[in-house]
């Protein structure tokens, strides 16, 4: 038997397959063809090369950006994004350290507007399932909810806060966003109790109003205190003191 050739011993060291024998070899070794076709690594070999990858990538930091940079411009087919997809799903079912260990690894992290602008791309326009928001309810009700404020949400409005009002206040400001001037645009603009007392108008306290698109409403949910002086500050410096429309 002849000696296998190896390392700079091999007439192919340091040479590279063309394009084109690349895709033959791969063809060659597709499914029925391949040698480990219907055969399936063990949990112990999962694990060493699991091991021997990570020595790889802590002793040579460039392997990542190598292999990062060599798959750039790859274009993945839907029955493989479908089974990667799949394959996610199934883990994070079934093994709930899994879904531990991607937490623990995203902590922290930040994405860049690069990136944040391209997932808004993608989810714009997509409707999730009534299961899915069912699910969604669920986690986030009640206490669950990082905004809960003990239950407040859940207190009664004065009566005087009602739909007629609320028109004025939308009126008085020319129906835009206070904060970043979106205007009305087939979604009435909600109505924020600055002081966040939903009995202000019934209860002696002074009534301060603003009209604010959906996303700007939902930063008040979040640093309160500072909300209240910001907008507080707006009305009487810009509206002296007025938000809504009185009555003749």
């Not at 949400?153 to 028109?167: A, D, G, L, T």
């Not at 004025?168 to 020319?174: K, L």
């Amino acid at each position: 038997m002849s000696e296998v050739k190896r390392g700079r011993n091999n007439p192919m060291y340091g040479k590279g397959h063309s394009d084109e024998t690349r895709k033959a070899l791969s063809d060659m070794m597709k499914g029925e063809n391949s040698p480990r076709y219907g055969k399936h690594h063990t949990e112990e070999t999962k694990k060493k090369i699991s091991d021997r990858q990570r020595e790889r990538y802590a002793a040579d930091p460039t392997i990542k950006k190598r292999i990062s940079n060599g798959l750039k411009g790859r274009k993945i087919s839907e029955e493989h994004k479908r089974k990667v997809a799949d394959g996610v799903r199934e883990r994070y079912t079934t093994d709930p350290e899994y879904k531990r260990k991607i937490s623990d690894r995203l902590k922290g992290r930040v994405l860049s507007d690069e990136w944040c602008r391209k997932i808004g791309e993608a989810g714009r326009g997509r409707r999730k399932s009534e299961e899915t928001r069912r699910k969604i309810s669920e986690r986030l009700s009640g206490e669950k909810n990082p905004n809960w404020m003990g239950g407040i949400s859940y207190e009664p409005y004065c009566p005087k806060f009602n739909k007629k009002f609320k028109e004025r206040v939308r009126a008085f400001f020319g129906r835009v966003c206070v904060e970043c001037g979106t205007p009305e645009n087939g979604k009435k603009l909600s109505v924020h109790h600055v002081n966040f007392n939903k009995m202000t108008c019934c209860d002696g306290t002074k009534p301060l109003f603003v009209p604010l698109c959906g996303a700007c409403h939902t930063k008040t949910n979040h640093n309160r205190e500072y909300w209240e002086e910001h907008f507080t500050k707006i009305i009487e410096e810009q509206y002296g003191g007025e938000c809504w429309v009185r009555e003749e």
